[in-house]
Structures are given as structure tokens and as C-alpha cells.
């Protein structure tokens, strides 16, 4: 982040003193920087420590370095998601909650598949149905189950409360025996990370005492965002001490409604709750004049361009086919960069100066293969999560890893198990061809790593590697994804002055370690919520017929779910600094091989 100087209002935010207050604020005000300037002085005034919470850990790590590493700051500010705070309190803590060894993180969807599957199989009654379902049904059928267990934990609904004779107490059985399953296994998934921390402070007055003695002031991103378990944890964790709270938030911008978020937290719960004053930043400092104008028509809003001078271009283009958009985009692409400057844009125009959102993954199809065939280079932006390793030998390494920290981990042991499985073992030339001799070399490796000797570990394992009868391809992502656990090793001792191998799992599970630092090359590809909080000199905005944006699901549901649709156009807008092209096909191919008739999305139909 420049040095930039901040405005009358930002810098009356900044200096507020004690209280609580809710800085409602459109896309581009200068939310995040009005937090982390806020949190800077704070931290700089000797009032107590700070917790600043973040939506992403791009957004913590950006804030992190923005405030600089000194001794103060490292000892009066913790910045984090509130995955990432939970995780540190149930680090210390995890016994008070009835673990005997710390739990260990199930981060991957396929885990929580194969979990609920087990909790499905060992109940007679629901295994009866759940046989006599076909592939696709099953499928609906466990992610079903697992949507009710994540709703039951984020709306904090106890299980006597599922009403009785419903569906709802059916699958209550379901969901205590996912939970004794996970338990089992010494694991937590998610949304447990929270739950637990609330459970903690909920039921434990002196361990939450001490973190309300803790800190003294509490700064909120993103709180259009927050979830009801969110929004409680944060209520059990202040009780009556913690009194100074900031929530920063644009209820335009509410796009998790899926995940159980509503606006209405801040704007109702918090304000009564906390008795927090109301402020309002409404100059928008990111985008051009022409794209505020088109954000203000889409949403009926009347924020100020700061720019206003700076013109910038909004422009809704038709294309006859999905196809089309895609050659449209990449010659549009080419030739800007082939343009260079413009007096709208300071510097040079180059790829990576260009992103193109869209609503889902599968709308980049065409142009991903546009941009390959016109050699111009892009890449998939990537959201919160760890790593996940695709290479064999990684993924056994993980495997065994993950075993050693925590040995009641059955789930991950049968998987290993089948990964490295030999067919007949009395083979011996089927025996050297497979991973198993170089799965017995890791194991015994990881047998011995410790904290200490980690680092000597992961030079042996580059040497087992490099030994191996491997394929160039595969040798080089081996060795590129043991480069990356290594740099996230780094990262990890770089954050924590107490470090532990179960500590550094956690850390990568739940992204924290990542290096959101690279600078990519190339043109980025989002979906709009990847692209939440961030922006781009140039945006182009591909496939806005309706039912691709918003979505047909939306659309049929209609009401708050429609509504979110038209936040997310918003949230698009207002990504671009200075060009936003906006596009859509008439005809779409559909997945069954058939040209559909497409119309323009609804939110844009008012601003042609
Ligand atoms: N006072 C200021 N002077 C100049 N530029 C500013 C000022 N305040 C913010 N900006 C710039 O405006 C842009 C938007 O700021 P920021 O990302 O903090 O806004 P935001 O409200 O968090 O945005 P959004 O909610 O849309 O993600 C950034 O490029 C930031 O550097």
C-alpha cells in the first residue's frame, strides 16, 4: 500500500477514541485502509492490544504488512480471519473441550464426504435409503447432510430445537454421529473451529474473562459477511468488558448469504447490542467516473467520484455466441496491451493489468481456450485455502504427515492404504514398478521429522526425489510442491515465535502460510467472490445473460437470493479502476450440446 493521504472522514475515523461505532461504507470508500490505519495508530497509542479481524487471509496479510513487524505491533496486534484467532485459541486450549491431543483440521471436501458416508453406513436406517439411491442421488444425498450439519452449526441450533417428526430431527441422528465420527478420528472440520471457541467462552467465564482482559479494541472487516456464529462468538467473547468495537461494511456488497451471512448483524444485532454509533463513507477512490455512474444506476446509489475527472470506459457489448465473447476479449485484450498507455491509465498497460470476472469457473471454458490459442498468458486467481499437493510422492508425504501428528487419524490412514496398495505383493516386478518402495523411504523419513530438524528432513526428501525414477514432468511438480511446503514452513516460523508440527498443519490447512505475496504473470481469471476486496485497472465482465448472472437458481428462488445476484454485479463493477467491459452471449452453448437463446442479465437491461 502508498502512502496516500487520507480523507477528512477516513482520518475521523481513524482517530476515533473509545466506543462502539459501524463505518457504513460503498465499494472503493477506503474501508480497509481506514481499518488498518486505525489499527496502526491504536496500536502505536499503548491503549491495550488490538484484534483485527479479516474476511481473507490476503486481507490479513496485507494489513500485517502495511503495519510492519516491530516488537509493539507483533506484541499488541493479532490479524487474522476468525478461523485463523479460533484456531490460535483452541491451540492453547483444546483440553478444556474434552480433546486429550489438539484436533486436527479436516480441510478437504472429500474428507467430509468420506466421513458423513461412514456416518451414513452405520445408521440401518438411513443406509437403507441411501443404497437404493443412483450415483447422482447419493451424491445430492451427502452433500444434503452435509449442508444441514454446516447450517445446524452456523445458526447455532441445538439438536432439541430440530423440530420433532420433521426431516430435520431424522438427520439430527445423522449429524451426532458425523460429529462422534470426527471425534474419533481426533479431527474438527471447519466450522467446528468456531463453534468450539464459542462453546468455550460460552461455558467458561474465566477463560473468556482473560481474553476480554486481553484486548481492548476490536476492528471488524467485511461485517456485511458475518454469519450468526460469527456475530455471536464475537458477542460471548466481549461480554460486558469489551466495549470498543468497529465493524466496517457495505450492505451492497452482502454475497455470502449462502453461507448463513446477512447484513443485518451489523446493521441491527450490533447497533442495539453494542450501542454503536453509525458513520457513513459514500466517495468512492478506486473506480473512473464512467463506472461509478453505471455502479450508481445498478444499485441506485449516489456515490461521489473522487476521480472524477478520469472518464474511464463502461461498455455492454453483445456477442452472437459464448464463442464469440471469448474471440471478443482476447482481440480486446491484445489490443490494449498493444496500445500501451492511455491517459486514463498511469503506466504501462500490460496483462497484468487486466482481470476478467465471471460468475462461475465454468463460464472461462471458451476464453481459457481463446487465450491459449492467441498465446496471450493468464492465470486462475485462488481463494483462502491451503495447499493441496498433486504429485504421488507429495501426496503420500502428506498422507504420512498427517498420520504421524495425529495417529487416530483412520480416515487419512485408509487412504494412504489404498493409494499405495500393490496388487500382489510376491510380484517383485510389479512391486519395484509401483510407489511403494518410495513410499517406505518417506515413511521412514517422516517417521523422524521433529520440529527441530524439519528443514534437514526436507533436503533429504528433494534427495530421495531426485534419486527416483521419476518423469521430468513429474519430478519437476514433486519437486515445485516440496519447494512450496518448505516456503510455507518458512512463513509459519516467521509468524509464530512457539512453533509445533501440529501448529504448522493447522497453519497450512487453513491458509495462513500461503505466500498471497507472488506476483502472478499474466491475465487474471476470478469469480466475483474470489475477487471480493481486491481490484484491477481493467475488468471485463464475461457472461452476463441471465441465468448465467445471476444465476438461474437465484432467479428461481427469487427474493434475498436474487438480491445477492444483483450485490455480486455490483461487487463486479466495482473491482475495475479505470476500464470495465461488460459482455454476454445471445446464443450459449448448453452442456448437452445444444445452442440456448440467451437475453442480457436483468440488472443490466436498465443501463442500456
Ligand atoms: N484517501 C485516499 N486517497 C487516495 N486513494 C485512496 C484513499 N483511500 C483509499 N484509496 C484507494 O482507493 C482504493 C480502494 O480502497 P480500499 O480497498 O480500502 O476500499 P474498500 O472500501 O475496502 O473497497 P471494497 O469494499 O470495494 O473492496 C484503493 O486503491 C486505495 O488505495
Redesign the pocket.
Known amino acids: 500500500?502508498?502512502k496516500?493521504?487520507?480523507?477528512e472522514k477516513?482520518a475521523g475515523i481513524v482517530h476515533l477514541e473509545h466506543g462502539s461505532f459501524l463505518v457504513l461504507?460503498?465499494?472503493?470508500?477506503?474501508?480497509?485502509?481506514?481499518l488498518t490505519e486505525r489499527v496502526k495508530r491504536l496500536s502505536e497509542s499503548n491503549q491495550g492490544k488490538i484484534l483485527a479481524i479479516t474476511f481473507t487471509n490476503k486481507a490479513a496479510a496485507e494489513i500485517k504488512e502495511r503495519l510492519g513487524s516491530s516488537e509493539k505491533i507483533n506484541k499488541n496486534v493479532f490479524v487474522g480471519t476468525f478461523h485463523s484467532f479460533c484456531q490460535s485459541i483452541l491451540e492453547l486450549r483444546f483440553k478444556l473441550l474434552g480433546y486429550k491431543k489438539m484436533p486436527h483440521i479436516f480441510e478437504d471436501d472429500s474428507d467430509r464426504i468420506e466421513l458423513i458416508k461412514e456416518a451414513i453406513e452405520s445408521i440401518p436406517y438411513f443406509k437403507e435409503i441411501y443404497d437404493d439411491l443412483d450415483t447422482k442421488q447419493k451424491n445430492q444425498y451427502t452433500y444434503n447432510a452435509l449442508q444441514f450439519i454446516s447450517t445446524v452449526k452456523r445458526e447455532l441450533i441445538s439438536p432439541d430445537e430440530l423440530v420433532e417428526g420433521s426431516k430435520d430431527e431424522e438427520l439430527k441422528y445423522l449429524y451426532k454421529n458425523y460429529q462422534d465420527i470426527l471425534k474419533s478420528n481426533n479431527a474438527i472440520d471447519f466450522d467446528d473451529i468456531i463453534k468450539l471457541v464459542y462453546d468455550l467462552f460460552t461455558n467458561n467465564d474465566a477463560v473468556a474473562n482473560l481474553y476480554r482482559k486481553a484486548y481492548s479494541f476490536i476492528c471488524i472487516d467485511e461485517c456485511q459477511d458475518l454469519n450468526k456464529l460469527q456475530y455471536f462468538l464475537l458477542k460471548a467473547l466481549c461480554g460486558s468488558m469489551i466495549q470498543n468495537v468497529m465493524m466496517v461494511g457495505?450492505p451492497n456488497?452482502s454475497i455470502y448469504g449462502f453461507n448463513g451471512s446477512a447484513s443485518t448483524f451489523m446493521q441491527e444485532d450490533f447497533i442495539n447490542d453494542f450501542s454503536a454509533q453509525e458513520i457513513v463513507?459514500d466517495e468512492n477512490?478506486?473506480c473512473s467516473k464512467t463506472i461509478i455512474e453505471a455502479s450508481n444506476q445498478l444499485m441506485d446509489l449516489d456515490v461521489e467520484a473522487?476521480n472524477y475527472v478520469i472518464e474511464g470506459v463502461f461498455q455492454i457489448q453483445a456477442l452472437d455466441t459464448d464463442q464469440d465473447e471469448a474471440i471478443y476479449v482476447a482481440n480486446k485484450i491484445k489490443e490494449l496491451v498493444n496500445l500501451q498507455k492511455h491517459s486514463d491509465i498511469e503506466g504501462e498497460i500490460t496483462y497484468e493489468r487486466i482481470s476478467i470476472l465471471a460468475r462461475n469457473k465454468f463460464v472461462f471454458k471458451n476464453i481459457e481456450g481463446m487465450l491459449l490459442s492467441e498465446e496471450i498468458p493468464f492465470y486462475y486467481k485462488s481463494g483462502n485455502s491451503g495447499i493441496k499437493f498433486t504429485s504421488s510422492s507429495m501426496k503420500i508425504f502428506d498422507l504420512f504427515f498427517r498420520i504421524k501428528i495425529n495417529p487416530l487419524d483412520r480416515l487419512h490412514q485408509k487412504k494412504l492404504e489404498d493409494y499405495i496398495k500393490v496388487r500382489d505383493v510376491n510380484d517383485i516386478e510389479e512391486l519395484q514398478k509401483s510407489i511403494y518402495p518410495i513410499s517406505l523411504r518417506i515413511k521412514k523419513l517422516v517417521d523422524e521429522i521433529s520440529m527441530e530438524n524439519i528443514h534437514l528432513k526436507i533436503e533429504e526428501l528433494r534427495i530421495i526425489f531426485n534419486e527416483e525414477f521419476f518423469d521430468d514432468d513429474e519430478r519437476k511438480l514433486t519437486l515445485d510442491e516440496l519447494d512450496d511446503f518448505n516456503t510455507q514452513l518458512i512463513q509459519y516460523k516467521k509468524q509464530n515465535i512457539k512453533t509445533s508440527l501440529e501448529g504448522f498443519k493447522a497453519a497450512i490447512a487453513l491458509g495462513i502460510t500461503k505466500n498471497n505475496n507472488i506476483k502472478e504473470t499474466g491475465v487474471c481469471l476470478s469469480t466475483v467472490h474470489t475477487m471480493?476486496?481486491?481490484?484491477s485497472e481493467i475488468v471485463f465482465l464475461i457472461g452476463m445473460d441471465d441465468g448465467t448472472f445471476p444465476d438461474y437458481r437465484a432467479i428461481n428462488k427469487g427474493g434475498e437470493e436474487l438480491n445477492q445476484e444483483k450485490n455480486n454485479t455490483y461487487v463486479a463493477f466495482?473491482r475495475a479502476?479505470r476500464f470495465l467491459f461488460v459482455s454476454y452471449p445471445k446464443k450459449r452453448m448448453m452442456p448437452w450440446g445444444d445452442y440456448k437463446q440467451r437475453e442480457i442479465s436483468r440488472f443490466l437491461s436498465p443501463l442500456i
Request: hydrophobic share 30%; net charge positive; charged share 25%.
Open positions: 500500500m502508498n496516500v493521504n487520507l480523507s477516513q461504507a460503498s465499494a472503493g470508500s477506503g474501508k480497509t485502509r481506514v457495505d456488497q463513507l477512490y478506486r473522487v471480493k476486496g481486491q481490484e466495482t479502476k
